[in-house]
T-cell receptor, first 112, second 113 residues
Framework: ETGVTQSPTHLIKTRGQQVTLRCSSQ?????VSWYQQALGQGPQFIFQ???????GRGNFPPRFSGLQFPNYSSELNVNALELDDSALYLCASSPGLSYEQYFGPGTRLTVT | GENVEQHPSTLSVQEGDSAVIKCTYSDSASNYFPWYKQELGKGPQLIID?????GEKKDQRIAVTLNKTAKHFSLHITETQPEDSAVYFCAASNRGGADGLTFGKGTHLIIQP
């Protein structure tokens, strides 16, 4: 059984640029959630996708957007990058709308 | 919205001793409480969870207790080993996760040999 995978591992961008992060869910999981983890903090919920529709959203501005594809993989897009967007971005998958969430290794984004 | 407080921020214990990490939550509607272990450079790993209709759950050396009235829950690790060293996060959720998990700020557990 393949776990959650994310790409790329690390990324460096300049303020004002746009970035796309990718996630492949664990086999059999059709729900994907994205989280932002700042250094020394717990993860913060960005949004959740279920069957290609946004199913819930945390307190993040609209420049954070996402997609889920028919194979349940997902993208997180961030426009107009700000220095405070520097963080570890985590993807988690779940079977259906169950409570359990299983995390990938994350993408480390640095904005300069 | 939900707010989760976690204590202590750092916990150092001797190998073989027990470790206890405590969390409180604010939203009485929360009904799912997982614990995650995060090692350096890795994503959080689900180690145990508990639902609001259960007061205690145990899995080998780890256990979680929940007090719904007081709105707090705790992680207990017995017979600690060096590989238990990591950052541990508690979290709370309702609505089946559509509001996401609300995490505490984490506890850095250090196992002294």
């Amino acid at each position: 059984e393949t776990g959650v995978t994310q790409s790329p591992t690390h990324l460096i961008k300049t303020r004002g640029q746009q970035v796309t992060l990718r996630c492949s869910s664990q086999s059999g999981h059709n729900t994907v959630s994205w989280y932002q983890q700042a250094l020394g903090q717990g993860p913060q919920f960005i949004f959740q996708y279920y069957r290609e529709e946004e199913n819930g959203r945390g307190n993040f501005p609209p420049r954070f957007s996402g997609l889920q594809f028919p194979n349940y993989s997902s993208e997180l897009n961030v426009n107009a990058l700000e220095l405070d967007d520097s963080a570890l971005y985590l993807c988690a998958s779940s079977p259906g709308l169950s409570y359990e969430q299983y995390f990938g290794p994350g993408t480390r984004l640095t904005v300069t | 919205g939900e707010n989760v407080e976690q204590h202590p921020s750092t916990l150092s214990v001797q190998e073989g001793d027990s470790a206890v990490i405590k969390c409180t939550y604010s939203d009485s509607a929360s009904n799912y409480f997982p614990w995650y272990k995060q090692e350096l450079g890795k994503g959080p790993q689900l180690i145990i969870d508990i639902r609001s209709n259960v007061g205690e759950k145990k899995d080998q050396r780890i256990a979680v207790t929940l007090n719904k009235t007081a709105k707090h829950f705790s992680l207990h690790i017995t017979e600690t080993q060096p590989e238990d060293s990591a950052v541990y996060f508690c979290a709370a959720s309702n609505r089946g996760g559509a509001d996401g998990l609300t995490f505490g700020k984490g506890t850095h557990l250090i196992i002294q040999p």
